[in-house]
Structure formats: C-alpha cells, structure tokens
C-alpha cells in the first residue's frame, strides 16, 4: 500500500501536469490573427470561406475591418457596435473569438467594467482554443482588481454608478473556475478572500 508521501507526490506530479496541459492546449489550437492598417485583418480566408460560406465570410471580414478602422480612429462606440455585429451573425467563427477579445478591450478603457468582463467571458465559453486565453485571463483578473480598488460600475454604460466589492469576489471566482492553473488563480483566491473578511463574511 503506498505511502502517504508517495500518495502526495504523484498527486502533486498530476496538478503539474494539468497545469502545463492547461497552459498549452489553448496556444496550439488555433493561429492568431494580426492586424495591418493597409491590409486589414489577417485571416485564413479559405477556411473562413468553408466555414461561413464565401458570401458571408466576406461580409464578416468587413464588418471587422470596419470596427478595426474605427477603432483606430478613436470612435470606440462605432467600432463596438461593428463587432457586436460580427458576435451577432457570425458567432462560431474565429472573427467572432476577436470580435469579442477587441470589443472586451475597448469597455474595459472605457471602464465599462460588466459588459468587459462579460465579453471576455463569451471567449472562454465559446472559443476556448482561442490563442490569446492567457491574456483573456489577465484582463478578467485585472477588472476584479479595479473594482476591489473601489472603481465603480456603470449605469447606462456612462455615468459612474456604486462601487460593488461583491462583483469583485465573484469575477475574482469566476476567473478562477476559468483557469484554475494559471498565474493569477493564487492571487485572485487571496484576494477574494481579503474581500469577504472586509464584508465580515469569514465562512466564506
């Protein structure tokens, strides 16, 4: 019967496993896509073709090209709704996967904290084998940091609303549930914990 240290350290050999299976899987499953102001969105335009059809992939590419412009040009409303219409009509594409990593950063400037968040949470729902899963990650933990540090939420996605340490503890949790082995989840953990003790919740 094998020891209780033996026990331990296949165990812990299993986590590391799962951790580096974790950090790589997302990477190695699809090509990432590159932006040029001259030539637009870099896409594998025959695959897109087969998944959407040659029409419909033609309309996606320039919805995205067109928020990308905008985006660009600083009309940050234009270039969301321009990708909330590719996320719309074209939802399992890989356009889609970007249309909701670009449109995640853009409420997050504009510390539209919920909807940022939201949007980055599609990604991981919908397209975990996009190939920027890390960087999702950080920016998940990044807006539970905000509103830990007091930031408030939106109302009417303008005006500044009231602070909400509650939302904090559960973005904090969800990016956890997201990616259990990655470098924030001890953090993220901590700081949820740190929370709850301020609220005077210590079962929690």
Known sequence: ??????SFT??????????LLACLLPVQAAAGMEWDPDTGWSVNREQLAESLGEEEAREAL????????????G???????????????HPGSVLAAEAHFQSGLLRK?????NHAFNQFQAIIA???????????????????RSLQEGARLRLFW??????????????????????????????ALLNAADLQVRRKLLDE
């Open 10 to 19: 296949s165990t812990a050999r299993l986590f590391a496993l799962l951790a």
């Open 1 to 6: 019967m094998p020891s209780t240290r033996t």
């Open 126 to 144: 919908n397209h975990p084998d996009y190939p920027g899963f890390d960087e999702v990650i950080r920016h998940q933990f990044e807006i539970a």
């Open 75 to 89: 009309r940050s409303g234009s270039a969301i709704r321009h990708y909330r219409r590719v996320t719309r009509h």
């Open 62 to 73: 320039d919805r995205m090209n067109q928020a990308r412009s905008a985006q660009e040009a």
């Open 158 to 187: 303008r005006i500044p609303g009231f602070r909400s340490r509650e939302r904090a503890v559960e973005y904090f949790t969800q990016m956890v549930q997201n990616a259990p082995f990655s470098e924030e989840a001890p953090l």
């Open 109 to 113: 400037e504009r510390k539209q904290w």
